[in-house]
């Protein structure tokens, strides 16, 4: 992709909408009864004064994130960023034409997720007549965490067909034994596999395989017994609707995850986190605060590895990094950077993955909030991860990084960054 051709997408032509036309008259009328000059105001928003003027007369359509920084320097409560909405959904990576989401209270499984091995009969028909061990739990179960290791810092595509045969075979024991109790372990253990697939088959860019998966983690729990990781489910598939920047959707499986107040603590603090992410996107700050407080009052106390084992394994403090995170999304980037560059140093080496997530995201924070040195110098150390993860979620703050940075190819250090950051965006793909 050239320089230009990501220039001319920074300036925001997916997001021509009917009520995007109203963006400009109103941000003017805001500006200035805020008592703002152009000038003044530009440098706060870090816009050039022209590509303001542009947007205030309608002769450039606005972005979402300059609708977000726009709305958060005038507290305007989400005014403005209703205002732009995407012309049409964006998938994470490489996907097709994104549909709807499906509803994940009562999903259909008709077939095996896309990656399920067909079972060779032969195969089917000696495990029929084999007895299912105990330790076989114990065994697949330590298997599904080596999986979980690999996927802190390997592409997806490396990960994927492993689980995808375990879950398999998991599915197929589980049917053989006469022990009901040792079965509902098996199915249990089963849809684990399936629900971190789905995580895998995301960060692959399969929007579309990612909810099969997802939507089998559930069928798989709920016929186990376990409700948690069915609501558990839910909270994944509201990940998929935030990277899809679908703030309606992430809210309402958001909800739906926190619904029963039976479920695990540790779930439904996931599910406010996400919950608060989607109201950041909407431009909803005292919606997303609450949400956050929610959440906090709901996180098990205690390190990492003290907490229940659904979400990521890797954060000191999940809830400061999310806060980061959805600062950033209401265009409070300089409160944003603030956060992630106490937390994410403390993310592990070792889980490459996360670091280069949240990473990036300090990066773009910094980028956004105009300190160009400091956001170049972060992307550079982060990149060789960045590729190694071949992440279709992490390539999107790469884009949202590169259309910021991009704005100011003139600078030295964007200059020098610049075609690694271009080819990191290739890689994989």
């Avoid at 994104?98 to 032969?122: I, M, N």
């Avoid at 017994?225 to 609501?231: F, I, P, T, V």
């Avoid at 609707?241 to 029963?260: M, N």
Wanted: net charge neutral.
């Amino acid at each position: 992709m050239s320089t230009q051709a990501l220039w001319d997408e920074s300036e925001g032509a997916v997001y021509v909408t009917g009520r995007s036309i109203r963006f400009g008259p109103e941000l003017r009328r805001r500006r200035m009864a805020a008592g703002l000059s152009l000038i003044k105001f530009a440098a706060r928003v870090n816009y050039t004064k022209g590509y303001l003027s542009k947007i205030e007369t309608g002769e450039k359509p606005p972005t979402l994130d300059l609708a977000r920084r726009c709305d958060a320097e005038l507290d305007a409560g989400g005014t403005l960023v209703a205002l732009v909405t995407p012309a049409r959904p964006r998938p994470a990576g490489r996907s097709g034409p994104v549909q709807p989401l499906p509803a994940l209270s009562e999903p259909p499984l008709s077939g095996p997720p896309t990656g399920w091995p067909a079972h060779d009969p032969e195969w089917a028909a000696g495990l029929r007549e084999a007895a299912v061990p105990e330790s076989a739990l114990t065994i697949f179960g330590a298997m599904f965490e080596q999986h979980r290791l690999l996927g802190h810092q390997a592409s997806p595509n490396v990960v994927l067909p492993g689980l995808a045969a375990q879950a398999s075979t998991l599915q197929a024991l589980a049917g053989q034994t006469d022990d009901a109790e040792l079965a509902g372990r098996l199915l249990r253990l089963t849809a684990r596999y399936a629900e971190y697939a789905g995580w895998m088959a995301q960060e692959a860019g399969d929007d579309r395989a990612a909810m099969e998966w997802t939507g089998a983690a559930v069928t798989l729990a709920t016929a186990s017994g376990d409700a948690d990781l069915a609501r558990y489910a839910l909270v994944r598939a509201a990940d998929i609707a935030l990277y899809r920047d679908d703030a309606v959707q992430t809210i309402e499986l958001a909800r739906r995850a926190q619904a029963d107040p039976d479920t695990a603590v540790g779930i439904r603090a996931l599910a406010a986190q996400r919950e608060a992410q989607g109201h950041a996107m909407a431009g909803a700050e005292a919606a997303c605060r609450s949400a956050l407080e929610r959440a906090a009052g709901l996180l098990p106390a205690g390190p990492p590895g003290t907490r229940p084992a659904f979400g990521s394994t890797s954060l000191a403090d999940p809830i400061a990094i999310t806060t980061g995170w959805a600062l950033h999304d209401l265009g409070r980037s300089k409160e944003a950077a603030e956060i992630l560059d106490r937390e994410v140093p403390r993310i592990p080496a070792t889980a490459a993955r996360s670091r280069a997530r949240y990473g990036i995201r300090q990066a773009l924070a910094h980028a956004v909030a105009g300190n160009l040195e400091i956001a170049c110098a972060l992307t550079a150390t982060l990149l060789p991860d960045a590729v190694r993860a071949d992440s279709a979620t992490i390539r999107v703050d790469l884009r949202r990084l590169a259309r910021s940075l991009v704005r100011w190819r003139s600078d030295p250090a964007v200059r020098e960054l610049y075609p690694r950051l271009t080819a990191a965006l290739h890689t994989g793909r």
